[in-house]
């Protein structure tokens, strides 16, 4: 369990994120939708503490973060890890094979031997769909095969929680739909995972739970069904914005 307690966030004055109190459950998928400037992208990156809260408290299971404090790196470190970020940009070594990439995290952060990190390398790049690929350069995949790879190497590292930065924003539809199929399958076996996407009917599909955040604050939190069929003009407007 990840419950987020009172986070603010201002950037030169300006009010982010504003006393967010959430908890986010074990082995579902959480969607976060709303309008550009929200705050959607800045939450996910205060879960993970690439940006530090300026108040508030985090809590993972029974270890408790309060701000503000300036964490030592160390501490820094041990939280992260309980976190996999992926980005819209895809941020894969150019000079490093699929699987090379793949298996980076495994045997430079958590030291794990070369043989046993390739081995489960190549067994998430089967997950994903791209067993073929594994010997491959990031050069030359698409869009979609490099998300996917991306994908691959955040599972690597075992995180609790998946966290994703529209995952898809920087894709045409056809290879996003390559993109969501993952996700999907990862949904469908329990992983943990944290969206902010602006794909509604993804969201439909794939969510267990709907946030709406608007203006920093929590506008809706609750079932992804009722989120769809809210009588709420707001909602309503956002869907068919969207939608179109």
């Known amino acids: 369990m990840l419950t987020l307690k009172n986070l603010t966030k201002t950037f030169t004055d300006e009010p982010v994120l504003k006393n967010i109190?959430?908890?986010?459950?074990?082995?579902?998928?959480?969607?976060?939708?709303?309008?550009?400037?929200?705050?959607?992208?800045?939450?996910?990156?205060?879960?993970?503490?690439?940006?530090q809260p300026d108040q508030g408290e985090i809590q993972l299971e029974d270890k408790i973060i309060a701000f503000p404090q300036k964490l030592p790196f160390k501490e820094l470190r041990q939280h992260r890890a309980n976190?996999?970020?992926v980005f819209q940009a895809f941020n894969l070594f150019p000079h490093l094979t699929v699987v090379e990439n793949v298996?980076?995290?495994?045997?430079?952060?958590?030291k794990v031997p070369a043989a046993v990190a390739k081995q489960q390398a190549r067994q998430l790049?089967?997950?994903?769909?791209?067993?073929?690929?594994s010997d491959s350069y990031p050069k030359s995949l698409s869009g979609g095969q490099q998300?996917?790879?991306?994908?691959?190497?955040?599972?690597?590292?075992e995180p609790k929680f998946i966290l994703y930065d529209e995952p898809t924003s920087a894709l045409d539809p056809e290879l996003a739909q390559e993109v969501l199929n993952v996700i999907q399958n990862l949904a469908d076996q329990g992983n943990s995972q944290i969206i902010v996407t602006h794909h509604v009917d993804f969201a439909r599909k794939i969510a267990d739970r709907i946030l709406f955040i608007e203006n920093?604050?929590?506008f809706y939190d609750g079932d992804t069904e009722h989120f769809f069929i809210s009588d709420i003009p707001?909602?309503?407007?956002?869907?068919?914005r969207v939608s179109q």
């Open 83 to 85: 976190f996999s970020m």
């Open 147 to 157: 998300q996917r790879v991306a994908i691959a190497r955040a599972l690597a590292m």
């Open 21 to 51: 109190s959430l908890s986010f459950e074990d082995g579902k998928t959480t969607a976060i939708l709303g309008p550009s400037g929200s705050g959607k992208s800045t939450l996910l990156r205060l879960i993970n503490l690439l940006e």
């Open 103 to 110: 298996m980076e995290g495994p045997t430079q952060v958590k």
């Open 216 to 218: 920093g604050t929590v």
């Open 125 to 133: 790049l089967q997950l994903v769909g791209l067993s073929e690929k």
């Open 234 to 240: 707001r909602i309503q407007q956002f869907i068919q």
